[in-house]
């Protein structure tokens, strides 16, 4: 199969040979017949398949009939990110370099003046985050009846992130006979409800089956101890040691986390940046651009980093935390191993982990590895800061980890600055502020309070959480604890003893 069967113009053929692509992917080939002819389109379809040029090719041959109006936007695409959405803009600055339309961005964090020159131009392709996109409509700014395309990427992340409401409502804003492109990597059934309201007859694409991971990429998970300088121990551990690291993500579940461990790899010597959803727009442009450009060697992120991403040669993902839902490890790892390279991704568990351990094995059937033993045991009392080297990742087949055959200098990765002497790792007064405690005893019920909206009765377990739906929550990547979350001090648990007033008295007298 070649681009040129596919039906797309001579001047979207010419871009893509320019982009250097020679064969489409197998969500290209499949897809972009059917969005040339106007059919709604179900894409199930994970990261690096080569989805955004499965919507963006097609759409480009669509546009070059007809022209923008004012305000009335012809296209309309839909991410769930501001990087997500700056990048499918780039994808169309690639692949139109021979047309001439207007692509605008409608993203939090940035003015809205620019914006608005553009809509008011006319927009033939308009690409935006829900939130911002109902800012500018509430406004008066925008109309959506003109849309003849309209796109949903990354529908499951949008369902995580409690955009779902926001997408009905903009559903209701575009015209019925409007064409539908949705995708999502995975399908769970407020998706499927959305897809049976929203997409007539659609065509069902599927490269691979839903939540499937990349064959290309190696899968591994290391016990470790729960104490976070255990994890942080842990994850140093897997950095030096990693083979071939050219350049990593590491997940956290929480944001605060993210910020902790960036600061502790900096302090450690490594070359890390952050990169979470309550950093303004700036710092989150700037941490993502040192990454590509390879200023930055260890990208610590939430999940706001984990889908579509485009940032090619990712060598390695480490999930210092397990994602509490497995479609989500599926996204994370997906950022290695893309478009046929080889990719490593382990993740750091601990005992508390157990349940999520069995998802990911359940989901991706792919029987995970383990590096070494299993053990959840604590290998410190202390901080990290006082023993920083208290647990080493152990290797299978007990043989040697790299680092113990090799001289210091030679365990430097041309991928960080050189690591500090023994003596310069002994603790430092200012390190302590890399160790924060942690509210309560259990970190998966910390983990799980950090998702919630409101707090719940303790001890409530959640091996299959229902995902929040109806909640809106612009641009923003995870949540915030409201009150104590989960955690009931012992004090509150206390039997009340009513102080005596007169009605009390009288009560109690009857
Ligand atoms: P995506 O899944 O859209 O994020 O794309 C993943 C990566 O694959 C991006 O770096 C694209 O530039 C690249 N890519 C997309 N289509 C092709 C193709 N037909 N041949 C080679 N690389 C491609």
């Not at 849309?147 to 019925?176: H, N, Q, S, Y």
Request: glycine share 8%; charged share 30%; proline share 6%.
């Amino acid at each position: 199969m070649k681009f040129s069967d596919l039906g797309l113009s001579d001047k979207v053929l010419a871009a893509v040979e320019a982009a250097g692509y020679e064969t489409p992917t197998p969500i290209q080939a499949e897809a972009i017949p059917h969005v040339l002819q106007r059919k709604d389109v179900l894409g199930v379809a994970q990261t690096g398949t080569g989805k955004t040029a499965s919507f963006t090719l097609p759409m480009l041959s669509l546009l070059e009939k007809g022209r923008a109006r004012a305000r009335m936007p012809r296209t309309l695409i839909l991410e769930p990110t501001r990087e997500l959405a700056a990048q499918v803009e780039q994808s169309f600055a690639v692949y139109g370099q021979n047309h001439r339309l207007t692509v605008a961005l409608l993203i939090g964090g940035v003015s809205f003046t620019e914006q608005l020159k553009k809509l008011d131009r006319g927009a033939d392709v308009l690409i935006a985050t829900p939130g911002r996109l109902l800012d500018h409509f509430e406004r008066g700014k925008l109309l959506l009846t003109g849309v003849e395309t309209f796109v949903v990427d990354e529908a499951d992340r949008m369902l995580d992130m409690g955009f779902i409401p926001d997408i009905e409502r903009i559903c209701k804003l575009l015209p019925f006979t409007r064409q539908t492109v949705f995708f999502s990597a995975t399908m769970p059934n407020e998706i499927k409800s959305l897809v049976d309201q929203f997409l007539h007859n659609p065509v069902r694409v599927e490269v691979t089956k839903a939540a499937s991971t990349a064959k290309t990429i190696t899968q591994r998970l290391i016990s470790s101890g729960s104490k976070p300088w255990d994890k942080r121990s842990t994850l140093r551990s897997l950095i030096e040691d990693a083979k071939d690291l050219q350049n990593a993500i590491v997940f956290c579940n929480r944001k605060r986390d993210v910020a902790t461990v960036c600061r502790s790899l900096q302090k450690h010597g490594f070359n890390a940046g952050a990169l979470h959803g309550d950093m303004d727009q700036t710092s989150r442009t700037a941490t993502l651009d040192g990454f590509k450009g390879g200023g930055i060697s260890i990208l610590v992120a939430s999940d706001v980093a984990a889908r579509g991403l485009d940032i090619p040669s990712v060598s390695h993902v480490f999930n210092f935390d397990l994602p509490t839902h497995a479609e989500d490890y599926v996204h994370r790892i997906g950022r290695t191993g893309r478009a046929g390279r080889e990719g490593m991704a382990i993740s750091i568990a601990t005992k508390a982990d157990r349940k999520y351990i069995d998802a990911i094995q359940v989901l991706t059937g792919d029987g995970v590895e383990w590096i070494g033993e299993m053990d959840f045991s604590s290998h410190s009392e202390e901080s990290e800061d006082e023993k920083p080297q208290s647990k080493r990742p152990r290797r299978n087949r007990g043989g040697k980890s790299k680092s113990e055959n090799k001289s210091g200098d030679e365990r430097q990765s041309k991928s960080r600055p050189k690591r500090q002497s023994s003596s310069e790792e002994t603790p430092k007064p200012e390190e302590k502020a890399v160790s924060i405690p942690e509210p309560t005893p259990q970190p998966r019920q910390d983990v799980q309070s950090e998702r919630r909206s409101a707090p719940k009765a303790p001890q409530q377990s959640r091996p299959s959480q229902p995902r929040s739906s109806g909640r809106r929550n612009r641009d923003r990547d995870d949540r915030q604890v409201i009150g104590m979350g989960d955690h009931v001090p012992a004090f509150l648990l206390q039997p009340i003893r009513p102080t005596k007033s007169k009605s009390q008295d009288s009560d109690s007298a009857e």
